[in-house]
Every structure is written in C-alpha cells, then in structure tokens.
C-alpha cells in the first residue's frame, strides 16, 4: 500500500531506539524526510534521518531547537511525532503516590507532556501552511491510572486531553491531530537488563527474564504477546498518511486486547 509520504517532511522525538527509531525508520522506508531527536544520537538515528539533532526535549530550548533545525534542514514540517516520554528508569520510583516526590511529577509531565506542547506550539505555523498531521504517542496508562510510577499515568492522560483540544482547535484548519495509545512494547523501556522492567522484577523479587516471560498474564493481553515497535510504527505512518485523512481528534489503542472496555 502506497502512503503516499514521498517527499513529505518529518520530525520524531525520542527517535534513538524502541517505537521512536522503528518511526523513524517506517517513514524514512515511505520516502518520508525525516529529522530525529534524541538526547544521544545513534548510529541507527543517522541512518534513519535527513538530520539527527541532540536535543533535551524535556525542556523548552530543546525542543525549540529541534522544530527550528527541522525547518532549516527540509523547509517546513508536515508530520510531528511527538514520541519522546517515559523517563529514566534510575529516576522512577516505585510505590504509591506518597512515595513519589515534586521532581518525578515535573520530569515526568516536562518529559510525556509539556515536550509535545513545546514541539507543537513552535512546528503549528508550518503545519497549518501545509495541512499537516501531528501525532503524539500517548499510553494505555492514560486509561488505567493506577498502573505505572506515580505521575506517568497522569501526565499521558493530560497529553490524550491536549491532543483532543489541538485537533477541536487546529482540525477546520487542515490540521489532524491523533494519538496512539500502547500497550507494553518490547522496547529498552522493558528489555534492557538495566531498565524499567528489571527495576520492577528486582522490586517483586523475580528474575528479569521470568518476569518479561510472565508479563502478558499480568497485565491480561488478549493476544498473548506484547507488541514490537515496528507494529507500533506501521500504525504511526498509515494515520500519518493521507490514507487515514478521516481520522481526526482519535485516541487509538495498540495494546493486544489489554483495554477490556471501549
């Protein structure tokens, strides 16, 4: 199926490894251009991109100066993927909400939400001019608050809500907003010996390969399986594509069946 991306011009935050490389790499393989940002450029980045820029987008600098290298390098900006979040797993604590302290809540909403406002506020001129898309990588987690360290949760769900009033705001103007809510991915996030999921199994006294084998039970995914960052990204390009030009305002759920309501 042709997406009919030729020549378009991309910018993917968080684009080194895991759903923001497999983006990168989606859209490069559609004849998209894409610029990349990272804190840490990779060789995979470069390879994947038109430009990699180095940038902390979890600050208002950073981000500045990622839309503003996107826009020297191809001349305009027709996609924005907003995909950088999470955190740094040496920064997450675990447990309740009395556990975690004013710095996780700021990092986490400067990381999972205010990055997508700040991209977003310095790329929508480009955007506009050229009826383009934005698409911001939400999380399950926005629908299951409880789930995920304190803050994660909360902050995905402010972006699910952002995203709907860009769309209600920016939609008559040929503007498309979505978001693309997954599930567990088999990213670093997971995998890495030294991630977020081997902070998790130490904390339940498991072994890290126990519990990544355990993991679909537990979070109950219909599928048996939890996704891989290309499923993610065949997804990302088809709804940044004029191939889904209906699908406005949506908050899209990749998750094997974890969601059990609507």
């Known amino acids: 199926m042709d997406l009919q991306l030729e020549g378009k011009t991309a910018v993917v935050t968080g684009a080194s490894r895991g759903i923001g490389l497999a983006i990168a790499q989606a859209l490069t393989r559609e004849g998209a251009r894409v610029v990349g940002a990272a804190r840490t450029v990779t060789p995979e980045l470069e390879r994947a991109s038109v430009a990699a820029v180095s940038a902390d987008l979890s600050t208002p600098d950073g981000a500045q100066t990622v839309v503003e290298t996107a826009l020297a390098e191809t001349g305009g900006v027709d996609i924005l993927i907003n995909n950088v979040g999470a955190g740094d797993a040496d920064r997450l604590k675990l447990g309740g909400f009395l556990d975690a302290d004013d710095e996780q809540w700021r990092n ?3 990381l999972n939400l205010f990055s997508a406002v700040w991209t977003s506020r310095a790329a929508l001129s480009s955007l506009i001019d050229r009826q383009g898309v934005i698409i ?26 952002f995203s709907k009033r860009l769309s209600e705001e920016f939609g008559p103007r040929g503007v498309r907003v979505n978001t693309v809510s997954p599930g567990p991915v088999g990213t670093g996030l997971w995998r890495d010996p030294d991630g977020f999921g081997a902070k998790v199994a130490a904390a339940h006294g498991a072994e890290h390969e126990d519990f990544l084998a355990a993991m679909p039970g537990m979070f109950g995914i219909a599928s048996g399986r939890i996704a891989e960052p290309e499923e993610v990204a065949r997804l990302v390009a088809f709804i940044a594509s004029p191939a889904a030009l209906s699908l406005v305002g949506a908050d899209v759920v990749i998750d094997g069946g974890t969601v059990k309501t609507s």
């Not at 911001?136 to 809500?161: D, F, Q």
Request: proline share 7%; charged share 15%.
């Open 108 to 110: 986490l909403f400067d």
């Open 136 to 161: 911001n990588i939400a999380s399950i987690n926005a629908r299951v608050p409880a789930t995920g360290p304190v803050g994660y949760s909360e902050a995905k769900a402010a972006l699910v809500a």
